[in-house]
């Protein structure tokens, strides 16, 4: 039997750490078999005998948890480097749920297994006193300490990541400075993790606050091999979403079968517009159909805002050129979609721009502008004539030759932008002015390829020709 002799157990570094009383000296036995077909085995057991003298009195006294340091596996001493400092910290989720990042200055003390942070440092709270001065303090227990770039752009930011979900951000200008705190958290942190799994594995363990007293039963018993603490989070956390996609799956199967059922007793749309609760469109509405459900060859609504637009609207400064609130112009679109009685004169349409914008914005939603797509292409080579008197006549052709609606509401809204011009020295309009804004408007072509510019051009040209030559192309008589 060989006899092995263990020393006393070194205390720290520092005069605040923890003292342990000295050991005996530690007997190992071992059996062997004499016989050689026997399996060789060999069983150790570790004897503490008392101390034959009492040793020096235990340091109830703990100024910081961080000053102590506990003995690995292999007796070695592991030493926190760093105790306490000010460093700029950040919280960015509790319990897996983000958090607005809000950075502050704290003073961060470094302990065991955990991290405090304080709004100052101990001497200041002391001569302060001031209330509401509770620390925060954070687990390391099976922590995660990285370097991070993506959740901040300071430099020098280390990113922890708890066991229950909580992150933080410490950060400090000073780059040896982090990466000692990096490898000082990082090191508790897996030390935390270790220890928590050897008192798990080892029943027999007792721990206090001030000293630890290990039973010889304890002793006796093998640590079981323990996983890494990687391994243990990556199970606890797949675990998790193991059941989160359990739970997930039934509530979206359930929520697809009560959709199925809602839709299958859905009434029909054309039940829904006989009992009124669903009304055809005014905005949006191809011009045949508006007119065929009104009777008309001039939608209503466009009558209505040539008439105010003349009571009222002849002088107004940039007159279809100024933009009206938008939120109002919405307002007046939905009131007429609803199909509820209008009174443009209403103090609510005060504005005159709200009227010649929602004009403006129903020839825009459009699904055919007033110049049908077919027709885009033929003014397009009419304007190009070069001989005045063959081009009036070929675009007269091309408007005699659209759908009733078309050549109707296009030859009130002409006349109406006729009397505007008359009053241009009020409104600051001209024919180029309105061309401008209309062009766009009331024609484009059903496929763009490319040529938008070029194509605005003859847009604002051909309205701007009608606008001149009107007489000529609609002639005089009222609609």
């Given amino acids: 039997m060989a006899g092995t002799r263990i020393t006393n157990m070194q205390t720290a570094a520092k005069p605040q750490a923890l003292l342990l009383p000295p050991l005996g000296p530690v007997q190992l036995r071992m059996k062997t078999s004499n016989s050689s077909g026997e399996r ?3 069983t150790k057991s570790m004897v503490i005998p008392e101390p034959e003298t009492p040793g ?3 340091s109830r006294h703990r100024r910081n948890q961080s000053q102590h340091s506990i003995g690995g596996p292999s007796g070695a001493e592991l030493s926190v480097p760093l105790q306490s400092a000010y460093l700029n910290k950040a919280k960015i989720a509790e319990g897996g749920k983000k958090l607005r990042k809000n950075w502050t200055t704290a003073w961060v003390v470094l302990g065991s297994d955990h991290l405090v942070f304080y709004k100052e440092s101990k001497q200041e709270a002391l001569v302060n006193l001031k209330p509401g001065n509770r620390p925060g303090e954070v687990n ?8 991070t770039k993506e959740k901040s752009s300071r430099k020098n930011v280390i990113q922890i990541i708890t066991s229950i979900g909580d992150e933080y951000l ?6 040896p400075t982090m990466s000692k705190w990096r490898e000082a958290i990082k090191l508790t942190a897996d030390r935390s993790c270790s220890g928590a799994g050897r008192q798990m594995a080892r029943p027999g363990l007792q721990r206090s606050n001030s000293t630890e007293f290990l039973s010889r039963r304890a002793l006796e018993v093998p640590a079981a091999k323990e996983p890494k603490p990687e391994h243990r989070r990556s199970l606890m956390f797949s675990s998790g979403k193991l059941k989160h996609s359990a739970s997930d799956s039934a509530d979206k199967n359930g929520v697809k079968n009560r959709l199925k059922k809602f839709i299958s007793r859905r009434p029909s749309m054309k039940t829904l517009q006989e009992k009124g609760l669903i009304k055809d469109r005014v905005f949006g509405c191809h011009l045949l159909t508006l007119c065929s459900r009104e009777g008309t060859t001039v939608p209503k609504f466009i009558r209505l805002c040539i008439q105010e637009v003349e009571r009222r609207g ?14 109002t112009i919405q307002k007046l679109r939905f009131k007429v979609d609803q199909e509820e009685e209008l009174n443009l004169g209403d103090s609510q349409w005060e ?3 709200v009227i010649t914008g929602a004009l403006k914005l129903f020839f825009r939603e459009l699904p055919e502008p007033l110049f049908p797509f077919r027709f885009f292409e033929q003014f397009v080579e009419a304007i190009k004539n ?3 008197r063959q081009k009036v006549q070929v675009v007269k052709k091309l408007v005699n030759q659209l759908p009733k609606p078309n050549h109707n509401t296009m030859k009130l809204l002409f006349k109406h932008l006729q009397t505007l011009l008359r009053h241009s020295l009020k409104n600051l309009m001209s024919t180029q002015g309105i061309s401008i804004v209309f062009g766009p408007t009331l024609m484009w072509p059903e496929n763009d390829g490319g040529n938008m510019a070029f194509n605005m051009v003859y847009q604002n040209q051909i309205i701007e020709y009608i606008l001149i030559e009107s007489r000529e192309i609609f002639g005089t008589e009222d609609i």
């Fill in 40 to 42: 060789l085995s060999q």
């Fill in 56 to 58: 020096k009195p235990i």
């Fill in 140 to 147: 390391l227990g099976g922590a995660i300490v990285e370097w």
């Fill in 170 to 175: 410490l950060q400090s200008d000073d780059f």
């Fill in 314 to 327: 002849l002088e107004a400064d940039g007159i279809y050129r100024v933009s009206g609130n938008l939120a």
């Fill in 351 to 353: 504005d005159i721009h």
């Fill in 386 to 388: 070069k001989d005045p």
